[in-house]
């Protein structure tokens, strides 16, 4: 009486390997593919807003945040103060101060304020409320950001913000191409200031450079700061070294120490 062998051939084992490891290939190409896209989307976010300002000041004559008569277009808000904005969904707003410049923050002594209220919490509300961008209709709000003013990008949980930079020339934190209306996406450090916390890594804002840039952290139209400030920590982790002209993105590292802005060439 003949009994019957069971279980796997080598070629049935190895026909097993063969489709495991493509399943293993997949996902990771695919998971490959999927950050590419999240690291694309800033791009398209960065010259989405780009193209939207131009668009406002063109029909406005001011740009979003500045507008001196958004009241009279969209209606007043509740309460205009800086530190006291209760969110409605409606298209009330506040009007800026009409000077060509979206004040970043109260204390921007290069702008002559008029009120206490940044005008840079004004601009993803002035765009949504003109059409140029989609998102909900909360006070100075878009993508249910919870950093009142900002606007997020979710797919790689950054924050935008939007505001005038004066002529500065390079310093121990900056290269000297910040100057005019900045598009900045980082981390929220306080409700009330710029989103300049790391979010990147070297090499993702390399991607993000080559994409839209001269994939060099100090020149061109992307910059990505000398230092990194950020829980009182202040070192050079993102740029190899100080010069513009020389420094490159210090891919050695693989932990997230970059933010970036983007020059919009308004001014």
């Not at 080598?10 to 495991?20: D, K, R």
């Not at 960065?46 to 193209?51: A, H, K, L, V, W």
């Not at 969904?89 to 000077?99: D, H, L």
């Not at 994409?211 to 920590?233: C, E, F, M, S």
Request: aromatic share 12%; hydrophobic share 40%.
């Amino acid at each position: 009486m003949s009994h019957k062998k069971s279980g796997f051939t080598l070629i049935e084992m190895s026909f097993v390997l063969v489709i495991i490891a493509l399943i293993i290939g997949a996902i990771f190409v695919g998971k490959s593919v999927l950050h590419s896209a999240e690291l694309q989307s800033v791009v398209t976010d960065y010259t989405r807003y780009q193209n939207a300002i131009k668009i406002f000041r063109d029909k406005y004559k001011y740009y979003p945040g500045d507008f001196p008569t958004a009241t009279t277009v969209w209606g007043t808000y509740l309460d205009c103060t800086f530190d006291d904005v209760n969110y409605t969904p409606t298209t009330n707003t506040c009007n800026g101060n009409g000077n060509g410049k979206i004040i970043n923050a109260p204390a921007d002594d290069f702008i002559s304020v008029l009120s206490n209220f940044a005008e840079s919490h004004l601009v993803f509300k002035h765009l949504m409320n003109a059409g140029l961008i989609e998102g909900g209709t909360i006070m100075g709000m878009t993508y249910d950001t919870g950093s009142f003013g900002r606007a997020t990008n979710r797919r790689v949980g950054g924050i935008y913000s939007i505001y005038s930079a004066p002529p500065a020339a390079a310093s121990a934190n900056y290269f000297a191409s910040k100057n005019g209306v900045l598009i900045t996406l980082g981390g929220a450090v306080t409700r009330a200031t710029a989103a300049t916390a790391p979010i990147f890594t070297p090499t993702d804002a390399l991607s993000i450079d080559q994409k839209i840039d001269d994939a060099l952290p100090g020149t061109g139209i992307l910059i990505t700061p000398i230092i990194n400030v950020n829980g009182g920590q202040v070192a050079r982790l993102c740029p190899t070294t100080d010069d513009a002209l020389t420094a490159t993105y210090d891919t050695s590292r693989s932990d997230r120490v970059c933010f970036q802005y983007y020059l919009t060439g308004f001014f």
